[in-house]
């Protein structure tokens, strides 16, 4: 199987720093604008949906989708592979899972409630589904959060992997 060269492993690495920067770039953007939320204007809500909704299909999306793209690139034509490594493996069962909740959980509460303020405008802010559904994705993005921080602390730290320690001779 062909493997890249330096040049293209370069490329590779920041394509996927790109891609990282995309996923959790929306997250966050998505995070900050929960939290400066008021949940008493409508307007304020619906255009935050409204905004949550772009972010999540034109942002967050892409990063994700591009970034397992790369990473099958990854674990197809490069010495990493999929599971090579334990610290590897669980960063992909953590962007694997993240990529899930944030299709069915995530996106499906943002839709079910940009819905309810559609079709019920004001009352929607009362009603008991829409404040639960908002507070459960607003718990579930900090959830995603820490999920990326957590791969990413794996990246740069790369536990289990034994490193040659270099012999230092007196001068």
Do not use: C
């Not at 004001?122 to 900090?142: G, K, T």
């Not at 740069?156 to 230092?168: A, C, D, F, M, Y």
């Amino acid at each position: 199987m062909r493997k890249f060269s330096s040049l293209g492993l370069k490329i590779l690495k920041m394509l996927h720093m790109l891609l990282i920067v995309l996923f959790l770039g929306g997250i966050l953007s998505s995070f900050a604008l929960i939290l400066r939320l008021n949940l008493s204007s409508f307007d304020d809500v619906y255009m935050s949906y409204k905004v949550f909704n772009i972010i999540s299909d034109n942002v967050v999306k892409i990063g994700a989708q591009g970034t397992i793209l790369l990473g099958a690139v990854y674990g197809f034509f490069t010495k990493w592979g999929f599971i090579k490594h334990k610290w590897l493996a669980i960063k992909w069962l953590l962007f694997i899972a993240q990529t899930f909740i944030g299709i069915l959980v995530v996106d499906k509460l943002m839709v079910s409630n940009l819905a309810l303020l559609e079709t019920e405008k004001a009352l929607a802010l009362s009603n008991p589904v829409f404040i639960h559904d908002h507070y459960l994705r607003f718990y579930v993005v900090i959830a995603q959060i820490g999920l990326t921080l957590f791969a990413l602390i794996l990246s740069v730290l790369k536990p289990g992997r034994s490193r040659i320690v270099p012999e230092v001779k007196p001068i």
